[in-house]
């Protein structure tokens, strides 16, 4: 790749935290702040760009690299809303071939088309399959392809197991060129408790916590519509806190080398956490607390 | 502490199982892998053992799989490539093998196996990645692959003759005078009445594998053919004998009469045969004395290989040569079992001498403990040479790998081979000595 166009960003999370909803709602928003942007959806499920584009079929780079044709960049990309550019890396059929391989494989493909000296994006931002479960899902925190990568988490262990995962991935791979973490993206948050945990996890990894994301009927109706929410209900106050995350991203280049809990850590750090929320639930007064 | 390995003679399982496929008349092999699999079997192995094998070369059919493979599968690329070779090798059994990518990718190899044969094609299949074992490892997985899997396909009418003795351990290739070596097995094991099934090698073919069911013993002449003699005994309750190495000179005697006891044979006729091939052994001793003496044959030695050749030829060198083991080296990374053999063998049978056993493939730390016994005389691979140069000995290859010498029929085992062995290394040792100086 010659010189690198633009900020990229790699946004990881747990399969069906709202990585997609949450990525495309930010590419909307830096779009429709007047910004070049390049969305990748890198999951063999090929749907993180739909809300963009309105829910139209999009052939997938991966799909061809199979039939071996010609490829131009027209052929595997559409301009979504806002002029974002949306692409999607695909992959085979679950149970069958190697969706890792697939991101790699994906990621030449577009380096060899130019894409980003063609279309010189202000930002590119990947969306990665949930886990890191092998080193192909890897790829855009490697090599300096991405260069922060920020996760999406709700306060379900799970999710901020996965999450742990990253931080094992990134810590592994940013001294040697690789992603460092941006932050945070709090997810879905419903319970009064969420905020709490989420914030300490993010204070017992060294990283922090860029934004809140409410659970919303909003982004829920707006999908339904085929829309991001800034497209849908830009007045909203939800389409105000994707616009925020955007903003942070735009404006501030902080990141870390996260240190993520290990195993022993991690459970006993989610145990304290279900102690605590069983107390708050049943009422528990401790002696000198607060009320 | 982890160290590198500077020149390592144990392929990977995907040629283990190649070799032993391609040593069966009317197997056709089909790799499912990427192109460097077949080509490295040619260029690490096949090239490198005294001569080739019908499919040893790189027309071996492979699916050779690029990377849109990986990405969505590599299955239909074995589909096509099964029906293909189908189409244009004949054969009487197709065998699947498959290399590390596909084995990383998970493509399903038994259902491919399983639409070969639903269109009546013969077809089996192993799962042989590299990294699951060395060439060893995928002896093991073929000779199972075999076993389990032939009886479904090929039904056999056959009668099995009475006495019929199934050989295990020798791996194609591994031991280059694999040919040689069964054959002279096959040889003794006829002289006491037995019937033996080689299963490898030329003439035998896959009727010969339907048979291994119906045989009456299992003999195990190396520690790799362990695996499939307790396959047999959990399938079929088959015994066993195993024979720590390969029998050479009068360690055949005592094959013969311990397959002799637990068989209940003849033991006149066992006796008589031994009686004969040890007399003509000796007569060739016998011509040899004048040459041993003049030339200084009895000496100290070095020998390298798989532990079937440093046992059955070490032990002969000691016991009936006469000369002394100063190193040994075993390179095929066997169970610590195989040493109780050593010892009791080898390496105990002269008081007062030391013998120094090394356990490695490593070309280095080997050139090193050989170099550090000082020995007269080595024996080994073909690596081994350049060593014996340097040191200034005598130097005889026999063991894999082995690209400076032809071997055909050449065999070491039994007595014959006994008398081969001699006849090379004493060619060897005289070869510039200065008894050929004196002579002339």
Not at chain 1, 222 to 243: C, D, F, H, M, N
Not at chain 2, 53 to 73: A, C, E, L, M, R
Not at chain 2, 240 to 254: N, R
Not at chain 2, 343 to 361: A, C, K, M, N, Q
Request: charged share 20%; proline share 5%; glycine share 10%.
């Amino acid at each position: 790749m010659s010189l690198k166009q633009g900020k990229h960003i790699a946004i990881y999370g747990k399969g069906g935290i709202g990585k997609s909803t949450t990525t495309s709602n930010i590419s909307a928003a830096l779009a429709d702040a007047g910004y070049r942007v390049i969305q990748i959806g890198c999951d063999p499920k090929s749907d993180s760009t739909t809300i963009l584009r309105g829910g139209n079929d999009l052939p997938t780079v991966l799909d061809t690299l199979r039939e071996q044709s010609k490829v131009r960049l027209e052929d595997i990309s559409a301009v979504g809303f806002g002029g974002v550019l949306c692409i999607e890396a695909g992959g085979p059929v679950p149970g069958v071939g190697c969706a890792g391989r697939g991101i790699n494989a994906a990621v030449e493909q577009l380096q060899e088309l130019h894409v980003f000296d063609e279309f010189k994006p202000d930002f590119v931002l990947y969306d990665v399959l949930g886990d890191v479960v092998c080193g192909g899902f890897a790829v855009p925190i490697r090599d300096g392809l991405a260069d922060r990568a920020f996760v999406v988490t709700s306060s379900d262990f799970m999710s901020i197991f996965a999450a742990n995962n990253l931080f094992k991935a990134v810590n592994k791979y940013a001294p040697s060129g690789g992603a460092r973490l941006g932050g945070i993206i709090a997810n879905s948050i419903l319970a009064a408790y969420a905020p709490a945990l989420i914030d300490d996890f993010a204070g017992k990894t060294g990283t922090h916590v860029i934004g809140y994301v409410p659970r919303s009927l909003v982004v829920a109706q707006s999908e339904l519509y085929g829309k991001t929410v800034i497209e849908a209900a830009p007045q909203s106050e939800q389409a105000q806190v994707y616009r925020n995350l955007a903003k942070y991203i735009d404006e501030n280049e902080e990141s870390v080398i996260p240190k993520p809990l290990n195993s022993p850590e991690l459970k006993k750090w989610a145990r304290e956490w279900g102690d605590r929320i069983f107390e708050v639930e049943t009422g528990v007064v401790h002696e000198m607390a607060s009320i | 502490m982890a160290h590198h390995l500077e020149a390592s003679r144990n392929s990977c399982a995907l040629h283990g199982a190649l070799q032993l496929f391609e040593a069966i008349d009317g197997v056709v092999p089909v790799i499912h892998s990427t192109s460097g699999c077949g080509v490295q079997h040619y260029l690490g192995v096949t090239r490198l053992s005294g001569g080739n094998d019908t499919f040893g070369s790189p027309p071996v059919s492979s699916s050779n799989i690029k990377q849109k493979h990986v990405v969505f599968g590599g299955g239909s690329r074995l589909r096509e490539q099964l029906k293909n070779t189908v189409k244009v090798v004949q054969g009487d059994l197709y065998a699947i093998v498959t290399g590390c990518s596909t084995e990383m990718v998970g493509d399903d190899i038994p259902a491919m196996a399983k639409e070969g044969r639903d269109q009546e094609w013969p077809v089996i299949y192993t799962n042989t990645p590299g990294f699951g074992g060395d060439v060893h490892h995928g002896y093991h997985l073929a000779v199972k692959a075999l076993i389990e899997q032939l009886p479904d396909i090929v039904k056999s009418q056959e009668k099995i003759p009475s006495g019929l003795i199934n050989i295990w351990g020798i791996i194609p290739n591994q031991d280059p005078f694999w040919r040689g070596n069964l054959q002279e097995v096959g040889r003794l094991l006829e002289g006491i009445g037995l019937v033996p099934n080689l299963l490898l090698g030329s003439g035998q073919n896959v009727a010969s594998w339907q048979r291994v069911p119906g045989a009456l013993l299992n003999l195990v002449i190396s520690p790799w053919g362990e695996f499939p003699a307790r396959l047999l005994e959990e399938r079929y309750a088959t015994p066993s004998i195993t024979f720590e190495g390969v029998p050479v000179g009068t360690a055949a005697s005592i094959l013969l009469r311990r397959l002799t006891e637990q068989l209940e044979l003849d033991p006149i006729r066992t006796e008589a045969f031994i009686t004969r091939e040890e007399l003509r052994l000796n007569q060739q001793f016998a011509r040899l004395v004048d040459t041993y003496y003049r030339a200084g044959f009895q000496r100290e030695f070095a020998l390298v290989g798989e532990s079937a050749q440093v046992i059955g030829i070490g032990e002969f060198l000691v016991k009936s040569f006469g000369l002394l083991p100063r190193t040994l080296v075993i390179t095929d990374n066997p169970s610590e079992s195989i040493r109780e053999a050593l010892d009791s063998r080898l390496t105990t049978i002269l008081p007062g001498y030391h013998t120094d056993v090394l356990f490695s493939e490593d070309k280095s730390e080997i050139a090193d403990v050989v170099r550090a016994g000082e020995p007269g005389i080595i024996l080994g691979s073909s690596l081994e040479h350049c060593l014996a140069l340097e040191l200034g000995v005598p130097f005889l290859a026999l063991s894999f790998p082995l690209f400076d010498r032809i071997v055909l029929e050449r065999a070491y085992a039994g007595y014959r081979g006994a008398a081969v062995l001699l006849e090379d290394l004493g060619s060897a040792m005289i070869a510039g000595s200065k008894y050929i100086n004196e002579a002339s």
